[in-house]
């Protein structure tokens, strides 16, 4: 199975700070990966899907990018409504694998 | 408007075998391209991919629950069964299921998730 880790596991920053999440693939994944964000109590949400591909309606304060074994979350500019946790999902091969999640907080 | 509803026990017993239901409404389990998936969240943990099925009935398991694992649809009746042999008390999770895009895998709609404690 692809292994897929994530970090850091959890964050805090200011409204208004550039935020980062880093996934890393134990194998070639090309650009298959999407992202979630999971609000607390929630179901997950799908934000970005092929790597840097924004879902429909998504905010453009969100972004992925990334390819081969790398790959990034940015939230350009943090806010509130924006703590939930976040995680990846690689699709190059089944099973398909998610991330351990990256918590993202307000400070 | 396309919505997944799970639904089952919500406790079960050590060694019992669960079976938790999804139902669908917006979109076909037959004629068109999109599955089901089923994930599941441990209280405070992250997200566990478990099975998916296709309409043409393609299906895939985690390989550390497959054994244990079986899913199945019923498009007379919209609806996707995933069975649980053997439970245990580390299958206490919240389990949700999904719809699944093909080609990209991506669940891009998610029920609310159904709550499920196994204990004596």
């Known amino acids: 199975d692809i292994q897929m880790t994530q970090s850091p596991s959890s964050l805090s920053a200011s409204v208004g700070d550039r935020v980062t999440i880093t996934c890393q693939a134990s194998?070639?994944?090309?650009?298959?990966l999407n992202w979630y964000q999971q609000k607390p109590g929630k179901a997950p949400l799908l934000l970005v899907s092929?790597?840097?591909d924004l879902e429909t309606g998504v905010p453009s304060r969100f972004s992925g990018s990334g390819s081969g074994t790398h790959f990034s979350f940015t939230i350009s500019s943090l806010q509130p409504e924006d703590v939930a946790t976040y995680y990846c999902q690689q699709y190059d091969h089944l099973p398909l694998t998610f991330g351990g999640g990256t918590k993202v907080n307000i400070k | 408007q396309v919505t997944l509803t799970e639904s089952g026990p919500v406790l079960v017993k050590p060694t019992e075998t669960l079976a938790l239901t999804c139902t669908v409404s917006g979109f076909s389990l037959s004629n068109t391209r999109m599955g089901v998936s089923w994930i599941r969240q441990p209280p405070g943990k992250a997200l566990e991919w478990l099975a998916h099925i296709f309409p043409n009935d393609e299906k895939s398991y985690s390989t550390s629950m497959k054994r244990r694992l079986t899913i199945s649809k019923d498009t007379s009746k919209s609806q996707v069964v995933l069975t649980m042999t053997n439970m245990n008390p580390v299958d206490t999770a919240t389990y949700y299921c999904a719809r699944i895009v093909p080609f990209y895998f991506a669940m891009d709609v998610w029920g609310p998730g159904t709550t499920v404690t196994v204990s004596s």
């Open positions: 194998q070639d994944i090309t650009n298959y």
């Open positions: 092929d790597a840097s």
